[in-house]
């Protein structure tokens, strides 16, 4: 299946401080998906990718997408311990339509 | 609106059960995605539905089946129960079933195998 690759695994962080994740594949992606799944929660949509070099923000969240379309990133600027949770890319196959998601990171706020 | 229901939130089975799962995805969204999450796998596709028809197959036994109705609830069935298969089971709908729709995930069913 689709190899969507997601580091780093964990990630702890003091209360303002940056954090960012990145998801790599090694064949052109279409487009990418993030999600976000709090602790004892479910995965939840927080944007899309479809350009090359595209960069979309939200607030504190800042989404990338390669130029090569391989790559992808999500900053969070100033994490808060509202950010805790576990952070996944997603990604379709070269056929079909399902999206493959990658290992996740999961982010740990310390106040 | 609703959003995507699944039941049951909790089961715990034996091993060598079978077991059934349900998933009403948001009204008016035709595909509707299973995924099966562990703690060290991550989340692993299992089965994609549109209309009533299976589209996309994960790498899973045999033992792992669905099927999708015509009011696009689905259910997903696993045979003879093993210690591993115990995990967050998730579904996903999306109102289309194109690749550059967001996914809408129900709240999961947490199956224990004893």
């Known amino acids: 299946g689709q190899q969507v690759m997601q580091i780093p695994q964990y990630q702890h962080v003091q209360e303002g401080e940056d954090f960012t994740t990145y998801c790599n594949s090694s064949t052109t992606l279409s487009n990418i998906q993030w999600y976000k799944q709090r602790p004892g929660g479910h995965p939840v949509f927080l944007i899309q990718l479809v350009k090359s070099g595209e960069v979309k923000k939200q607030k504190r969240l800042t989404f990338q997408f390669g130029e090569a379309k391989k790559n992808s990133s999500l900053h969070i600027t100033a994490t808060q311990t509202t950010d805790v949770g576990t952070y996944f890319c997603a990604a379709p196959p070269n056929t079909g339509n399902q999206f493959y998601f990658g290992t996740g990171t999961s982010l740990t706020v310390i106040p | 609106k609703a959003g995507v229901t699944q039941t049951p939130r909790y089961l715990i089975k034996t091993r060598g059960q079978q077991v059934t799962l349900s998933c009403s995805p948001i009204?008016?969204?035709?595909?509707v995605s299973w995924y099966q999450q562990t703690p060290g796998q991550g989340l692993q596709f299992l089965f994609e539905y549109f209309s009533e028809t299976q589209r996309n197959k994960g790498n899973f036994p045999g033992r792992f089946s669905g099927r999708q109705f015509s009011n696009s609830r689905s259910e997903m069935n696993v045979s003879t129960l093993e210690l591993g298969d115990s995990a967050l089971y998730l579904c996903?709908?999306?109102?289309?079933?194109?690749?550059?729709?967001?996914?809408?995930f129900g709240q999961g069913t947490r199956l224990t195998v004893v």
């Open positions: 009204s008016g969204h035709r595909s």
């Open positions: 996903a709908s999306r109102r289309q079933g194109s690749a550059n729709t967001e996914a809408f």
